[in-house]
């Protein structure tokens, strides 16, 4: 290998000789790739098949176009077992790792009424593209498949392209299952990128593309994108040894031909502060090189794009690899981790000498999908964060709005847009606040059976006052909740037949209080009759939206990961909706959008229910009558 003295000018001209490798210098097949994209969205299948039997030699039709179970299951028979329990393993690992890349929707309250939030949704539909030919990549298909299921992602298709033989590799079959792929087309090069992104007759079109190839791949993804999201336009492979006088030359030279044998346009380079390392590193290259199955593409890869770099200093060793930006980076040094601590560029590291790159590539955990030529100043690895998106949530109280309205028309008008906030302006103006309502909204009832002896006072104005005994203690923390949220006020007492459960219990108090809520109401002129609230509780998000309709529904959404609350069975909280919005003649939707402890889901819901609620029967001076196009509800 050569051996060059770390400078300004060689650095720079190290860096210019990289770049050339980019898929921006392949200008000549870009037009054969838009033929091919054109092509396949005007005519789908019809065209794939024709480029499938002309790149690929393979006569596909619609009936042996998509791998079988049958397929999948003979794949795993052509295996070694062990090595099936292997790609198990990796998957594994790859599993655990991803899982602590996971992020969860947050929401911040604030007294005013103001919530401000992030909601991570998985994308729905991901389409991952698996290189074939004569090669097989088992590796590839994990990486990219495993984080998707980690993330959410309900559907993964998998393209890739199937021999003269119609069969597609059965290692890559495998790991594709292993992985949770849902369907796998045996179609490949760019034309595969296009049915991804625009749909077939066949295959679905997808949200987003991922999964390395060829250069027709890579620019068949550079011009979909916009359509669909992708992960990267991946270059040729690199890694960069950032070693001292400590490292083992044989290693470093082994683990510099590991990238080398990938192809004739791979860079392998080698920083060092040491001289003597420096040589003895070249002869140890110059040694595997006569006796390695690839020699040829690792000589071409070498004399292109091989380096040893002899640095003045570790700074000025660790300052040039921070622009370099390598794909992978090893770092073999007396102490790696403090060297590490000053890497601001890189794709993977990989710190001391047992820690080499086919580690990272094959059975570690963290994604080999990495950011190639540079473009790890900028971008990461593969990760969780590639398979979701996110949502920005706003909620203003009318507190809240009243507040900052006039800063809001401020921007406005700043901005030539006068009329912009108009929206909030007839919110302020035309709402009416509790203090403004002249009706004292209140219904008392009693209800006696064999099970229960129930008596209840509701006031829909009142201020969140509440005396409430059900015993059933954590129903009345709920029912507490529901009453100091929507601001009514709420008196219960209940003698019920706790010595056989509480069913009878909450069952019936909703029935009671549905029929408060619809006496209280009353006629239903001037109310809103419509309300919603997304509402946050610690780890747990609960939507619930009502409508005064006179027609009970209810849509409950949500199941609790422990079956008892204290004394309070879990699965009575339907129940207690479904009585609720029966006699109160109401649709209610109850959707739990995330959580993990019981408790919090369950007072999210109540506390949800009493805002949908207070907004529903608070009135709009907008509403002359009831708000319905048949005159009464």
């Known amino acids: 290998m050569r051996i060059v003295k770390l400078s300004t000018d060689t650095r720079q001209d190290l860096l210019e000789n990289l770049l050339k490798r980019s898929t921006n210098d392949y200008g000549d097949y870009e037009k054969v790739v838009a033929d091919i994209i054109g092509n396949v969205k005007e005519r789908r299948e019809e065209a794939i098949f024709e480029y499938s039997l002309k790149f690929d030699k393979c006569a596909l039709t619609r009936e042996n176009f998509k791998v079988t179970r049958e397929e999948i299951d003979a794949a795993y028979q ?14 594994a690992n790859i599993r655990a790792y991803h899982e602590r890349q996971k992020r969860n929707s947050w929401f911040d309250a604030r007294e005013d009424g103001t919530i401000l939030g992030q909601k991570i949704t998985p994308m729905q539909n991901v389409g991952v593209y698996v290189p074939g030919g004569k090669a097989a990549y088992p590796s590839t298909t994990l990486m990219n498949v495993v984080p998707a299921r980690v993330a959410g992602v309900p559907n993964i298709v998998m393209t890739t392209p199937a021999g003269a033989d119609g069969s597609v590799n059965p290692a890559t079959l495998v790991a594709a299952d292993i992985a949770g792929v849902d369907t796998i087309y045996k179609v490949g090069g760019a034309q595969a990128i296009a049915a991804l992104a625009y749909g077939t007759e066949m295959i679905p079109k997808v949200d987003k593309i991922v999964g390395p ?19 990267s336009i991946a270059g040729p492979s690199e890694i960069l040894v950032l070693a001292d006088e400590s490292a083992n030359p044989r290693y470093v030279a082994a683990d510099l031909l590991s990238q080398a044998e990938h192809d004739e346009l791979a860079s392998a380079i080698l920083i060092t502060t040491s001289d003597e390392l420096a040589r003895k590193v070249s002869d140890e290259v110059d040694g595997f090189v006569k006796i390695l199955e690839r020699r040829e593409i690792i000589q071409r890869s070498l004399d292109n794009y091989g380096y040893i770099l002899v640095a003045p200093d570790m700074d000025t060793a660790i300052d040039a690899a921070n622009e370099i930006a390598s794909e992978h980076l090893e770092i073999l040094t007396r102490n790696p981790f403090d060297t590490m601590t000053r890497i601001r560029n890189a794709g993977a590291i990989f710190l001391g000498e047992y820690s080499s790159e086919p580690l990272g590539d094959y059975y570690a955990g ?3 999908v990495l950011p190639t030529n540079g473009t790890a100043k900028f971008f990461s690895p593969l990760n969780v964060d590639d398979y979701v998106k996110k949502s920005s949530v706003i909620a203003y109280s009318r507190e809240a709005l009243e507040k900052v309205h006039e800063d809001i028309e401020l921007f406005a008008r700043k901005e030539g847009l006068p009329r912009m906030p108009i929206r909030s302006m007839c919110v302020l103006k035309i709402g009416q606040t509790r203090k403004d309502r002249i009706m004292d909204r209140i219904a008392e009832m009693k209800r006696v059976t064999k099970e229960t002896n129930i008596m209840m006072k509701l006031s829909l104005d009142g201020s969140g006052k509440a005396s409430i005994d059900t015993g059933i203690r954590f129903f009345d923390h709920m029912l507490e909740g529901f009453s100091r949220h929507g601001f009514f006020d709420l008196d219960i007492k209940v003698t019920g037949d706790l010595e056989v459960d509480g069913h009878h219990t909450v069952e019936d108090t909703g029935i009671v209080l549905g029929g408060a809520i619809r006496e209280a109401v009353g006629d239903k002129k001037g109310i809103k009759r419509y309300g919603y609230f997304i509402l946050p509780m610690d780890d747990a998000l609960a939507l619930c939206a009502v409508d005064l309709c006179g027609r009970p529904y209810l849509q409950f959404d949500c199941s609790f990961p422990n079956d008892m609350v204290g ?4 699965s009575l909280v339907r129940e207690f909706f479904y009585a609720v919005s029966y006699s109160a003649g109401m649709n209610i939707h109850i959707r739990m959008l995330s959580g993990g402890n019981s408790h919090h889901m369950i007072e999210a819901v109540f506390k949800a229910f009493a ?8 009135m709009d001076g907008r509403i002359e009558d009831v708000l319905s196009t048949k005159g009464s509800l």
């Open 366 to 368: 963290p994604n080999h």
């Open 611 to 618: 805002k949908a609620l207070d907004e529903a029967v608070s």
């Open 213 to 231: 190839g060829n250069i027709f791949v890579a620019l068949a993804k550079r011009a979909v994108y916009g359509h669909v999201s992708i992960d």
């Open 567 to 570: 004394s309070f069975d879990t």
């Open 78 to 91: 052509k295996l070694d077992a062990h090595f099936v329990q292997v790609m198990r393993d990796s998957a």
